[in-house]
């Protein structure tokens, strides 16, 4: 099975390194997929979510591709928004470098609510991906790093495995 990452920065990549860290490829920001920052461009991009104030409806109505939660706010709030979501075939990908940038106690309540998220998501059958969107090289991980953040978020390895495949088929599918 092929796997593969998005990252937010071309620039912390080097020659090699998507076969170094056991990647098919690593997708970039703004050349790649684009992030969506109204709803009205919504349409096939992704959508990092993290104001729970704010209302994702109008994202999801609009064709987004993915919503990546950014905070702990935003991961509890998800839940209003799952059955619109298989709706609208939108997946949701976890925000490895988030959870690896926090400290202490928040870290725990980002992976507690991650792990709630990935859960009820598989409940209602939408597609749950997994990448680091690192903005830096020391947020980058190796595939297996993902796999195991997988386990701890609740997947099995063959889902930890399709989560990081299922990172092509979502990034794709967001415009440039």
């Known amino acids: 099975m092929d796997l593969y990452d998005a990252v937010r920065n071309s620039e912390i990549l080097d020659d090699g390194i998507a076969e170094k860290l ?3 490829s690593i997708l970039v920001e703004n050349s790649d997929f684009s992030f969506s920052k109204n709803p009205g ?3 096939g991009n992704i959508v990092a979510f993290s104001d729970k104030a704010e209302n994702l409806g109008p994202y999801l109505k609009n064709g987004c591709a993915a919503i990546v939660p950014q905070s702990a706010d935003a991961l509890g709030a998800m839940k209003k928004y799952f059955k619109d979501m298989k709706d609208y ?3 949701i990908v976890i925000d490895v470098s988030a959870i690896e940038k926090a400290y ?3 870290r725990a309540l980002l992976m507690g609510k991650a792990y709630e998220c990935v859960g009820a998501a598989k409940r209602y059958g939408i597609g749950v991906g997994i990448a680091t969107l690192a903005s830096n090289a020391d947020e980058m991980l190796s595939s297996i790093q993902l796999i195991a ?3 701890l978020l609740g997947l099995d390895e063959k889902e930890s495995k399709s989560a990081i495949a299922l990172n092509r088929n ?3 599918r967001a415009r440039k």
């Open 104 to 106: 202490g106690t928040y």
């Open 149 to 151: 953040m997988g386990g």
């Open 22 to 24: 056991g990647f098919k």
């Open 170 to 172: 979502i990034f794709s």
């Open 89 to 91: 075939d939108t997946a």
């Open 41 to 43: 461009n919504a349409n």
